[in-house]
């Protein structure tokens, strides 16, 4: 999982736009879009990694497909149809960009899932259960340059960025 990756790309691209099209800001609930972004690995990882190892063998499944994204895409139109509720839209907004960010046009039997058969690709490894818990533990307080640190460093720049411009316009407007 990219933590800050996913957070802070997905963040800063409505950020940008938020620029562009300043309705965008009033309209997308950031905190569930921010949660939409996690959601995927959130639902996924211990499913795939933790909980059914052996069986599922894999941290992207469900929610790292379109059939996914489509559900909650629908569920979020028929929530703000009754109450104008735009939270669970601003949700399915975050959670296709996490599929964007993963790549997942790379691994189409997962993407569109169920299309191409009911399993999900497994991934090759050894560890299960707790092992896998621990060594992702592992991992997330040891930096090794890689590809995926790209879009983690990325993302932990613009939380930094906008961290640091909302606490400015705080400061500025003497609400600190």
Known sequence: MLLFG????????????????PRLRSIINSKYLVIGALLPDLLD????????????????????????SLILFLIGLYLYKIREDIRIIS????SFFHLIEDQMWATPKTLFWPFFGLSFPQDHTDLTGIEYLIKMLKKSFTFNFSYSSIPEILGMGVIVILTLHWLIKRFRQNKF
């Open 6 to 21: 996913h957070i802070g790309v997905t963040f800063g691209v409505f950020s940008v736009l938020g620029i562009f099209i």
């Open 45 to 68: 990882k211990p499913l795939g990694r933790v909980i059914f190892p052996s069986t599922l063998a894999n941290g992207r499944i469900i929610g790292h497909t379109l059939l996914f």
């Open 91 to 94: 949700l399915t907004i975050g």
